[in-house]
């Protein structure tokens, strides 16, 4: 029989907990994200730009993606239609995470790519739920 010290057990228990990239150019915006991903039980990385995420995304192949759309450099459009390209990423649901609320915003980030969309400010229930929907 195997034993685990207490940290190889943690490492795996990490390992079983789904792991979430969340990308946001705001550093309270990312802190409050990775506070309720931390709060609802899942594991996450972090990026503030799209070459990042990209490079994450590759390295880590992460089971959802909360994407900002408005980042400095490179939008969370084209990071999300590069993803949709590629074999080894274009399963990986992504939930846009955004302050553009019109109605032709959302048709335009769901035309992208983006599984979903949710508005800045949002509830943490609402954030939970989605949450649930694509990682259940």
């Not at 019109?102 to 508005?119: F, S, V």
């Amino acid at each position: 029989m195997e034993q685990l010290s207490f940290s190889q057990a943690d490492q795996r228990a990490e390992l079983q907990r789904p792991l979430v990239l969340a990308v946001d150019d705001s550093t309270d915006d990312l802190v409050l994200i990775t506070q309720a991903l931390a709060l609802f039980g899942y594991a996450f990385i972090t990026a503030t730009d799209g070459p990042t995420a990209l490079q994450l995304i590759q390295t880590y192949q992460p089971e959802l993606i909360l994407l900002d759309i408005v980042l400095r450099g490179m939008s969370g459009i084209e990071i999300v239609r590069e993803l949709k390209q590629q074999p080894q990423t274009r399963k990986i649901p992504v939930i846009a995470v955004t302050v553009l609320a019109r109605p032709e915003d959302r048709t335009q980030i769901l035309a992208a790519g983006c599984n979903d969309y949710i508005n800045k400010p949002y509830r943490l229930e609402d954030l939970e739920m989605m949450l649930q929907r694509y990682l259940s």
